[in-house]
């Protein structure tokens, strides 16, 4: 399985974080300070390849098509800009994605539920799950083409299916670990089954939820490339395929990029959701002194 | 009838109880109404099994108990329980916890109860705290409050003050016998804190390897002196039979 780093580290930032309500000075230089030491890594990245492929095109090392410069690439990406082309390939990447996704979490949920509520459904499904879950999703894309067809059936359903395991394991591990102090004090309120589960055991499970679907998103990110550089006509890897044929790396570069981008802001719409979802969370690492 | 009766309860963990391994074995007490009752024992001799079962969380091997007449069988807002780690739900802030029990009894004026009882533990301005954002005191006096809310008619209260430091502890005490002179409520308090029983209770129950090994009436008037001659003695004879048993096992 494809560990989501960002993930990882978000959720580990969140325990690190100091639990001060006023920030000091000093810790809003420290903040301001690693804010600038990340632009500038991320600058540097540009300038040394800007740098390192101008010296290539000038002292000639190798052939100079192979490694476009930034200026190139944005160049590359105005032309697409104009054409049209680069507004549809994002559309259609990100409904492929998007539709995959949500399917792939809302049947996780699902069957993540029913698994943790019924012994004898987890008994019948986990052994099947087991087997075939370390199975790369990527190898059963050329199974759905043929029983789906070269459509967008087949690619939703890839990225769904590497979307759902993530998240049916977290969603069951949340639901298991309820602490049952909590489920008894709703006992004692006079909750009955139903709201226990609605009122207890789901929101406890949520952030776990969420921490699969983070996990799920790089995953599906990875089935959707690969689904579209399989079989497609038009999306971000289609691109990259098709610019092959052609030897055309500043287009491979382009779409690489826009990949990388478009990851970062789902996934930043996903820690966003968890910041107002979690508040109860938060405030408990931010605030927790007596006053 | 008693207010609350439990008869020859038995009870142990493991499936093979017949073997006289019981955490409780033939506990027999009655609780009166409107009474304040203290459950003492060292850690382990199933105080915790005890206020399960009184709750209706778990179930006895034999026996039985009645709070208000009616066996207990399941869990029930009837009886409201403070736990020691107080259990509060995390997602909710202050009043929707307190707001819990009598929401979900459809009370429309759900909010106005929760305000009122935020009110009497001392935490007005705090109902849009989230509990991570508390003191354990704090969090503790919810926890009361929350468990008042569905208005049980018995409560029962495991090692509330267990976590708290010895400050906040004799605070919180106060506190509690305050809300129990106001409630009325009948209360079963568990407690390690010889101190404590003898501070809070109208009568102390001694549990020790299973048994109830001291049934005993504290007549002292409110609010009691921790350092009177009636106080020292009634803490001397509990610890008398806390410490030394064996004499006792032996009569
Ligand atoms: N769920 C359980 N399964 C098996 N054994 C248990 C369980 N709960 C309690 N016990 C056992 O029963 C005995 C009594 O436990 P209990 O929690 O009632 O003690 P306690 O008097 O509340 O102790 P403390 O003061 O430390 O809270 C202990 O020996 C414990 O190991
Ligand atoms: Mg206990």
């Known amino acids: ?291 | 009838m008693a207010f609350v009766e439990v008869n020859s309860l038995f009870k142990s963990y493991d499936d093979s109880g017949f073997q006289g391994k019981y955490v409780l074995n033939d506990i027999n007490f009655k609780v009166e109404e409107n009474e304040f009752f203290c459950v003492i024992g060292h850690s382990g001799c199933g105080k915790s099994t005890l206020l399960n079962l009184l709750a209706g969380f778990i179930k006895p091997d034999k026996g039985e108990i009645y709070v208000n007449g009616k066996l207990v069988k399941k869990p029930s807002s009837q009886q409201g329980v403070v736990f020691q780690d107080h259990a509060l739900f995390p997602w909710y802030n202050v009043i929707e916890n307190v707001a819990f029990g009598p929401k979900i009894a459809g009370k429309k004026d759900a909010y106005d109860i929760a305000l009122r009882l935020i009110k009497m533990v001392g935490l007005e301005g705090y109902e849009k705290k989230f509990p991570n954002s508390l003191s354990g005191g704090m969090a503790q006096r919810v926890g009361i409050a929350r468990a008042l809310a569905s208005n049980p008619e018995l409560l029962l209260m495991d090692e509330p003050l267990g976590a708290l430091d010895a400050m906040t502890r004799e605070k919180m005490r106060m506190e509690i016998l305050k809300i129990w002179k106001q409630t009325k409520k009948t209360v079963v308090f568990i407690t390690h804190s010889i101190a404590e029983a003898v501070y809070l209770a109208d009568r102390v129950i001694v549990l020790k390897d299973g048994k109830i090994f001291l049934n005993q009436k504290i007549e002292m008037e409110r609010p009691r002196q921790i350092h009177s001659d009636q106080f020292l003695k009634y803490t001397k004879m509990l610890e008398k039979v806390l410490f030394d048993s064996e004499k006792l096992i032996v009569e």
């Open chain 1, 1 to 291: 399985m494809v560990f989501n780093r960002t993930a990882i580290e978000e959720t580990n930032k969140k325990f690190q974080q100091k639990p001060e309500k006023s920030v000091t000075i000093s810790q809003h230089k420290k903040k301001n300070h690693s804010r600038s030491a990340q632009s500038v890594s991320l600058i540097g990245f540009f300038v040394i390849w800007q740098v390192f492929s101008s010296l290539n095109a000038y002292f000639d090392w190798f052939n100079p098509q192979f490694f476009p410069s930034p200026l190139i690439v944005c160049r590359t990406t105005w032309g697409y800009i104009q054409d049209g082309t680069l507004i549809s390939s994002i559309s259609a990447s990100v409904i492929r994605v998007l539709s995959g996704f949500v399917l792939g979490t809302i049947v996780g949920v699902f069957l993540g539920i029913i698994m943790a509520r019924s012994k004898m459904l987890n008994d019948l499904i986990n052994p099947v799950l087991n087997m075939l879950g370390p199975i790369p999703v990527y190898a059963f894309l050329p199974i759905f083409m043929i029983w789906f067809g070269i459509s967008e059936v087949s690619k939703i359903t890839l990225i769904a299916y590497a979307t759902f395991l993530p998240v049916l394991t977290y969603t069951m591990d949340g639901i298991k670990n309820v602490n049952p102090t909590w489920i008894r004090s709703a006992m004692s309120l006079g909750a009955n089954e139903w709201q226990i589960f609605n009122k207890v055991i789901l929101r406890a499970a949520l952030p776990n939820v969420f921490i699969g679907m983070r996990i799920s998103l790089a995953l599906a990110f990875g089935a959707l490339i690969v689904a579209e550089m399989m079989g497609s006509s038009e999306g971000l890897g289609f691109i990259i395929v098709n610019a092959r044929n052609w030897f055309k790396l500043d287009d491979m570069f382009m779409s690489c990029i826009l990949i990388g981008l478009l990851y970062t802001l789902f996934n930043y719409i996903l820690i966003l959701f968890e910041k107002i979802l979690f508040r109860w969370k938060k405030d408990g690492l931010q605030s927790a002194i007596e006053r």
